[in-house]
Structure formats: C-alpha cells, structure tokens
C-alpha cells in the first residue's frame, strides 16, 4: 500500500468521526477493503459509541470517564497562592522621553541628567515636572557651591524650575517645611543680588511668594541697595499677578471668583511692598515712595515718623486696631499676677513700665532687668513670656523679641559666658554686619523656641526665621566673638575694617562697636587699634577715645592718657575724624582711674574739667528751659489781661 493511499483513508476516516453518528470503534478491515467509493461503508462497521484517533479508548476508561463530575474552567486564571496580599495589576503608564531625567537623577549622577536636560530643550520636548528634582536642586548647589558658584547656581535655578507646584498655594506648614531647605540654600548667597531676583521671579511664577517672601525680603532689602532691590521686588510680584490672577485679567472676566482672586492677590502684594518698605527704611536706606496700586499702611508710616502704633503692642504689625479687647485685659490682668515678686514691689513696678516700652526700651537697661530677675526664676519666665508674646501666626520675629536677644546676650556676657552669647546671637540673627568665625556656631533647638512658660509661652508653633540684625546686636555681640579663641584680633579687625564699606547705613560702626575692638586689645596695641581705625577713613568716637584712655592708665602710661583727654577737649582732628570734647561720665571715670596712681596734678586736670563741663550743663539745661517759661508767662498775662 503506497503512503499517499494511508494518507487518504485516515483523512477519510476522520471524516467518518466527525460526522453525526458517533463511532466507538472501526473495523480497519472494512476500511482497507475494495469498494465501489470510499464513502460507502456498511452500516455493520459503525458499532455505537465514540472512537479516538489514534487508538480505541478502553471500557474501562470510558467507565471511570463517565463517573467524574461536569468541571467547568474559570474564566479568570486562578492566582498563585502567596502569604502575602497583592495589590491589582495596575496600568503601565506610556514612557516618556523625560524619564531618562528622573532615572538619571534618582542615580545621582547629576551631570549627566543636565547634559539629557539641555538636549530635551534644544528638541522642544517637554519635560514633566516631578518633585524628585527639588533634591538635585539642592545637591547642584551644595556640592558645586565652592568650586564654580555660577555654574552652581544656574544649575539650581533650572532644577528648581522643574519643581512641580500649584499657583497660589497656601502657605501652609507641610509647604514650609518642604521649601525650607531651599531658602537655607538661597540665604547663604543673599548679597548676590542677581541670584536672589532671579530666584523670587521664578518663585513668583510658581506661586510661592506667600511661602518665600517672608524669609527673603529683610535681608534682599538691607543688603542691596534700593534701586536693585526694587526691581527684583516689581519682577517678583508681577510674574506672581501673572501666575495666579493673569488668566481672569487677561481674558478681562468679570466673574465674582476673578473678581475675589484679584483683590487676594492685590492685598497680598501691598502687604509685601509694606514690608519691604519698612526692612528698606530699618537699612537705613531712607524712605520710598510706594509704587503704582500700592499706598503704605499705618505700620510704615509710623515707621517713618519714627512713632510706636499702641504701647503694649509691636511696632511693626502687632497692633490691634480696635483698640483693648476685654481678652488683652483679663491677659494682662493674669500676667500681672504671674509677675508678682513677693516682697518686691520695685521690680513689679519695672517688669510693667518695660511691658509697656518693650519696643522703644534700651537693651542695657532690659539686661540691667534681668540680671536683678535672676533669683525669681518664676517671675523671669513670665516677664519673658509676656514681653516675647505676639499675635498667632507670625512667621517673623519682633522687634520686641529681638531686644531680648540683646539683652540676653548682655547679661551672658557679664557672667563671661561668651560662647552662650554667640549661640544666642546665631540662634536669633542671620551673620551680617561682621566677618564670618573661624568655627561653626550649634545653635540649640530651645533657643529658637519661645522663652518661658507663662502666659502667652507657646502662642508660636514653630520658631520664627532668624531676623536682620542692627547695629546695636552686633555691638553686644561683638566682643563674645573677640574673646572666641578662634579669633586672631589683628587679622579680624583688618577683616571688618574692609568689610565696612561694602555694609548697609544701618550696620555700619558706631562708637561703642569701636570701643569693642580697643578693650579687647592688649595694653600696648590699643593705641595701634585705634590709628587702624583712623588709617580706614572712620570716626572711632568718644567710646573709643574713652576706651584708649582706660588702656592707657593701666599700662601707666598717664602722661599719654592726658593728651587724649586734652585733644579730646580741644576738639582735635585726626585724619577723617574731629574728636569732641569729653562727656562728664567719661570724666567721672577716668578719675575713678587715677585714684590707685599717684598722679595728683593730672587728677586736678580732671577735676577742673568735671567742675567746667558740670557748669556748661548746667547752663545749658538753663538755656532750653528760658524760651518755654518766657512763653508760659506771655500765656498768663494774656489770660490776665
């Protein structure tokens, strides 16, 4: 039999099986028997039953086959056991060709992620913004910040633009929080005042000058000078328009919600003018004129006219405009009695009249306060609680606050407690108005935190950003960080010497911050302390002169102290500088500085100078008294007839 005439009769055969009538079994004889057609098999040969293709299927098997249960099949695929549950599948999100970017920098390899950036852009793809990259904002401008500070910050400005947020976010906490390192970043390079305008546009566009404005204005408005400050500010609150309300005022909708967006916006951006109105005028700067859409409020005009808005209330925006609510009363009513010092009504008496002039109140008579508190440990934590207190929600220290710091700082440095002083100074302000410390400066958490546990201690959740200092904190702080022993006093004064110049009207040296470099010069440099002081083109002052002199009586060089005191009161000039005569204070001292030498001639010499400037007060005081009792007698004869 030939292999095509096999083929044939299985393909007839399977014909038969897949016909109606079912087939158990096939005789192969009838199959390979001659026939008339292939087709035309007897009836004989077709028993009942089913037959298989290759081989006939057993009884036996059919039997067993027919006592199992019908089985249907899931329609889904059973899952594979595990011990642990499993989440759905979830749908494979289409690859876009920015997802090299986030990879790359997800590997920190940074450098390559921009060089993918810049090739993304010169093909105007666009590139999804993810908040992954706010980390390689801060690594771009933390690891290259020594080596090439411009390359640095490019790369952290654009990083930074690919940041994802919404426009006119609220300034919530979490917000803060997550922006907080990135103003840490951005405060270190302040007096780069180009990096600084070019990071409050891009803010503005993202809708985070509610977040960032706050931290960054004090210090752009007292390191750089108007003109430059200005202009970064109009950039900035422009594209945050733009960004927030630029699609109603656009399209000139006159909905109600376009309506309400713009005033938010309008009151947020006169707030913010205000309050770099008043840094600009705390800088010394002088004072602006408000810009177009904006007038100045209460607060900045009484800045400018140098007066306190409420007497219990911060002069910058702590002030109730209703006047005392019974709340403030039954406050101060409870504060008085926490006040309290048994035995002691003196100081209750004073603890109050400083309350009522904690904005206007020198910091050395509040430290001269606090040094006499020290013993009522109870009394002091409520004095400083109440004297600290500012409204819920500040996110910027007082002016109040502030002046304790100073005070503190004063009162540490009397104890010698020098390096508690400048944790102090580091903990409340940012480092301006002097060169940077040979060494890092911890500043503990609790010193950011409120002090005390009295009424009004933990008004404040979070502690506020560290302000600008003035003048007056750097001079109390300044000679913490001369008694450092990090500190060589030759090579740092040189170093604030050239410092000067570049610094803002309001940190530039007084007398007593002078002084501070002369006391803290050996006996035998003070005099060279001082010609550094006149070789720099700067005035040292009467603290200062006062301070050579001390230095010159202990080191018994009297004669030499006497010329200072007779240039003093010849109103000598030396180079720049035109000193002027003695205060009587001054003298005071200097004679209480002669009694342990015998030096009784140039003692007569201080005598009669005290006796002479105590005449030409006394005239003085006179003279201004004339004019107003020759007023108050015109006003009686005229009420008279």
Known sequence: MSAKLHVLRLVLYRGYTSSAVPLHAVDARALFAPSSSPFSLPASTLPPGRADFLEPESAEYERATSLLPRQTLPAAPVPWPSLFPHEPPRARARARPCDLVARLVAEDRLRAARTVVGELRALHTPIQHRALYLRAALSALADDAASAPADAKAGFLSWLALCPNRPATRNTPALRAAWEPVLARVLTHAADHAFVAAFLELAGAKGLLPTVMGPVVPLLATLVPPDLSG?????????????????????????????????????????????????????????????????????????????????????????????????????????????????????????????????????????????????????????????????????????????????????????????????????????????????????????????????????????????????????????????????????????????????????????????????????????????????????????????????????????????????????????????VPPSLDMLHKARKLLLPFEHEEEAKVIDALIKRRSETEIKSRALATEPGDEAQEEEQAVAHG
């Open 231 to 579: 202009d970064a500010m109009r950039r900035a609150t422009a594209a945050y328009r733009q960004s927030t309300a630029g699609g109603q005022s656009q399209s000139k909708s006159n909905s109600k919600r376009a309506s309400a967006r713009a005033a938010i916006v309008d009151a947020q951006i006169a707030g913010w003018w205000n309050t770099y109105a008043r840094a600009v005028f705390l800088a010394g700067w002088g004072e602006l004129a408000p810009p177009s859409g904006v007038t100045w409020d209460a607060v900045t005009l009484a800045f400018y006219a140098g007066e306190t808005l409420a007497p219990n209330a911060a002069a910058d925006d702590d002030a109730d405009a209703d006047g005392p609510s019974p709340v403030k009363a039954s406050a101060d009513a409870d504060s008085a009695a926490h006040l309290a010092v048994p035995g002691r009504p003196d100081l209750l008496a004073r603890m109050q009249a400083a309350l009522a002039a904690r904005t206007t109140i020198a910091p050395r008579d509040l430290a001269v306060l606090l040094r006499d508190l020290a013993p009522f440990p109870a009394a002091r934590a409520a004095f400083a609680a109440r004297f600290c207190a500012a409204r819920p929600g500040r996110a910027s220290l007082t002016r109040a606050e502030a002046k304790y710091a100073c005070a503190r700082m004063l009162v540490l440095r009397s104890r010698g407690a020098h390096d508690g002083a400048l944790r102090v100074f580091a903990a409340t302000f940012h480092w301006l108005g002097l060169p940077p410390l040979g060494r890092a400066i911890a500043a503990p958490s609790e010193l950011r935190s409120r002090a005390g546990a009295g009424p009004g201690a933990g008004a404040r959740r979070h502690a506020p950003p560290r302000a600008v200092p003035d003048i007056h904190a750097v001079s109390a702080v300044l000679p913490a960080v001369l008694a450092d022993p990090s500190t060589r006093l030759e090579t740092y004064h040189a170093a604030y010497l050239a410092l000067v110049p570049t610094l803002p009207p309001a940190l530039r040296p007084v007398s007593h911050t002078h002084a501070a470099f002369v006391h803290a010069s050996p006996k035998q440099y003070a005099a060279r302390t001082v010609q550094r002081i006149l070789d720099a083109g700067l005035d040292p002052g009467p603290a200062a002169w006062a301070a050579l002199f001390a230095k010159l009586v202990r080191a018994g060089n009297v004669p030499a102290a006497m010329r200072v005191i007779h240039a003093m009161e010849q109103g000598k000039t030396m180079g720049k500088a035109v000193m």
